[in-house]
């Protein structure tokens, strides 16, 4: 039994990282719950002495430490996944029906999934440029039109190029919204490559806006003096400015699967105008 066990164990470990490896996190965290109190449910029926218990664990235990090692912010997922296992086999031993025990980890799966962590990831995602005083700039668009501050609407900045995938994700998510607030205010893709320099980038640029114009219906233009983003941070980097030049949001990075909250966060903002 105790070999069957760390077997189990090593299947947990392969369908942990799999499904951790989604594009949609959120529904590969759910997944992981549900997984995970199916593992409980085994073990309490069939795993019944403490050794056969913490063969079920190395590799998950590895696992942890290594996501407090390198990202402490994702330690939710272990510490839900072990929570999810104790719960279903705890209620198990206490004679609850499996039937129940399924529906309540599937709606604990679900409330948290779907519920808590957008919340959590649109936290992670924010910056810390509010209110960090007035932007001065002026773009001018592929169309030949001027953006800039100050202005008649809010705008939302989006630094981009072309070797960032995550970017062109997030411009497709911009087009819907869009498509949804109408004239509410302007959005601009900003092409923003430091590594090279300004002269060198801009045949890049050139290159990528043949392909991105065609793409998407967005309006376009390239950094070649602002730099208003955190080099630091990497990209995409979304800034949402006042008609003042004011900076009301900003945020980093972009995560499909939490594309509605992403879009009711600027919504919010841009409705404040």
Not at 44 to 56: G, H, P, Q, R
Request: net charge positive; proline share 4%; aromatic share 16%.
């Amino acid at each position: 039994m105790n070999y069957i066990a760390f077997g189990l164990g090593l299947i947990w470990f392969a369908v942990m990282s799999l499904l951790n490896s989604y594009a949609d996190p959120f529904l590969g965290f759910f997944l992981n719950i549900v997984f995970a109190g199916l593992i409980g449910l085994i073990a309490a029926k069939f795993f019944k002495n403490t050794l056969s218990l913490i063969l079920l664990f190395p590799l998950l235990l590895i696992a942890f430490i290594a996501v407090i090692i390198g990202n402490i912010s994702a330690s939710y997922i272990p510490i839900s996944i072990f929570i999810a296992f104790q719960l279903a086999r705890y209620l198990s031993n206490k004679r609850w029906s499996v039937s129940f025990i399924c529906l309540l980890i599937i709606g604990i799966g679900l409330s948290f999934s779907y519920g808590v962590l957008p919340k959590y990831y649109l936290f992670l995602q924010e910056t810390t440029k509010k209110g960090e005083g007035i932007l001065s700039f002026e773009y001018t668009t592929n169309s030949g039109s001027v953006v800039g501050t100050p202005s008649d609407k809010p705008i939302i900045l989006e630094f981009w190029n072309s070797r960032c995938n995550s970017c062109f994700r997030k411009m497709k998510m911009l087009e819907e919204l869009q498509e949804q607030i109408n004239n509410k205010c302007y959005i601009l893709c900003v092409y923003a490559d430091f590594e090279d320099g300004v002269n060198k980038n801009l045949p890049k640029y050139s290159t990528s806006l043949i392909w991105a114009q065609n793409k998407y219906n967005l309006s376009f233009a390239y950094d070649s003096l602002y730099y208003h983003y955190n080099k630091e941070l990497g990209l995409p980097q979304t800034i949402i400015v006042a008609p003042n030049g004011k900076i009301l949001y900003s945020d980093v990075g972009y995560i499909p699967g939490n594309k509605k909250a992403i879009m009711e966060k600027y919504k919010s903002v841009i409705n404040q105008y």
